[in-house]
Each structure stands twice: as C-alpha cells, then as structure tokens.
C-alpha cells in the first residue's frame, strides 16, 4: 500500500512525544522534587518511578492510538465509546487547558528572551506580551501549513533542545562540584518518614512527565500506527527519562544536592 506524504513516521512521532513532555517544568520541578524528598537517592528514586509510572501511562495511550487510529483522537473515542455531548465538552476542556499551557510556556520563554534583548528595559512587560505574541502568531502560522511542514519544523526545534540540554549537561559537569554541605538531621526517623518524602517528591516529578496523551490524536496520521504508535512512545519516553537523569545528576553535582532544596530557582543558584 503506497504511503501519502503526510503519514508520521516513527522518528516524527518520537521526536513529538519529546516535545510535548519536555518543557520549562524541568527548570523547576528538581527543587521542589528536592525540598520533598530530603536525601539523593530518594530524590532521584522520584525521577525513576516518575518516568516508569509516566511509561505506563504513554503505552495505555499509545495503544488505545493504535487500536483506533484516528485523527482527532480524544473527541472520536469519546464520541464512540460514551457520547457526542461528552466528547465535546471533553475536547472543550483539552482545548482551553492546551491554550493557557501554551500562552504560559510562551510568557515564560518572553522572560529570558527579553533579559538578553533588552536586560536594562524599566518595564518588560510590553516587550515580553510582543515576544509571547509573536512566537505563538508564528507558530500558529506554521500549523496552518500542513502536516509536512509542521513535523519538520516541529522535529528541528525538538532535536535543538535535546542538544541544548546535553550542552547545558556538558557544561555543569565541566564545571567543578559544589562543596559537601551537611545535611540537617531528619525531622522523622520513623519508618514513614522516607515514604512521605518520596510521595513528596513524586508529585514534583509527575509534573515534568505530562503531555504524551496527547499522541492519540495523530493516530489517524501515522503510518502503520499499530506498530509506529507503540515504538515512538517507547522511545520518546526512554530519551526523556535519560535526559531527566543526567540533567538532575548535573543539578546535584554542580549545585550541591542540599543547595538544591533551598534554592527559589536553578537559574539562581547558577547566576
């Protein structure tokens, strides 16, 4: 069967679930993740079962994406599986909620845009609304294009992150390690104390894992979606989970792991 130029393949589909999990959250999420678990190994045990419990979750999509490829997946299985009326008011929901995420990654990215374009501006604000419009006007544009055009660009700004991370990564562990601090004296040596502290952190964590259901809504633009669907989740998740390791092992290397949980943000512990 000939294949349209439109289909996703799997390096598309890949490259997409790396891009709709990682955001800004990772920038934050390690100090709070830190601030709730109390020691390294339970903090970095957070990331692990964040990533595993998030894997979980990617595959149920993933094959409910394959068993049902269609596009515009959650208004489709809903209307099929309960009701018109409630896949409406479902896809509503995604649609505002979708919004807000993307006006609010667009805002924060005008923050650090504008300190390099303008550092000594008495008042951002109208700058950083022009940057945010612009790149979300932009990128709409870009959408408008067609499904070619999108994945393309979609893949070359991913691959751009994935090698700013492993450069930000190259650079911590260039950088010498932070002192030893010592660590104040657990508050509860109970049995549950380590249990609440992973819980803790476990929320932190859940955070920076969000996005991948949003997969089966390319199901009926992926070429072989019963096969694509299930690897490209699979290994988006797997590069994510690496990325989140080695970036919070740099965070603690370079920070230090008790420096971390005190810090209002990574950006200022770096400065």
Not at 150 to 168: C, D, E, F, G, P
Request: aromatic share 10%; hydrophobic share 60%; charged share 10%.
């Amino acid at each position: 069967m000939s294949v349209g130029p439109a289909k996703l393949r799997l390096f598309d589909l890949t490259m997409i679930v790396i891009a709709l999990v990682i955001g800004m959250g990772i920038f934050r999420a390690p100090v709070n993740a830190a601030q709730g678990a109390e020691a390294p190994w339970i903090f970095f045990a957070a990331w692990i079962a964040g990533g595993l419990i998030a894997l979980c979750g990617a595959l149920t999509y993933a094959e409910i994406g394959a068993r049902y490829p269609v596009t515009g997946g959650y208004y489709r299985i809903f209307a099929r599986v309960y009701h018109p009326s409630i896949a409406f008011a479902v896809t509503s929901i995604i649609v505002v909620a979708n919004a807000a995420s993307a006006a609010g990654v667009a805002l924060i990215g005008a923050e650090y845009i504008s300190a390099v374009l303008a550092p000594d501006l008495p008042d951002p604000r109208p700058l950083r609304l022009q940057i945010a419009a612009a790149a979300l006007l932009t990128f709409f544009a870009l959408n408008l294009l067609g499904l070619r055009a999108s994945s393309r660009v979609q893949n070359l700004l991913t691959l751009v992150k994935i090698a700013l991370i492993l450069a930000l990564i190259a650079a911590f562990f260039a950088a010498d390690p932070a002192a030893p601090v010592p660590a104040e004296p657990a508050a509860l040596p109970r049995v549950e104390a380590p249990l609440r502290a992973f819980g803790l952190a476990l929320i932190a964590t859940s955070f920076t894992y969000g996005g991948y259901q949003q997969v089966i809504n390319f199901g009926g633009e992926v070429h072989a979606p019963t096969r694509t669907i299930p690897r490209g989740v699979g290994l988006g998740l797997a590069v994510i989970i690496a990325l989140y390791l080695a970036i919070n092992a740099t965070y603690v290397r370079v920070i230090g792991f008790e420096a971390l949980k005190g810090a209002d943000s990574i950006a200022a512990r770096l400065a």
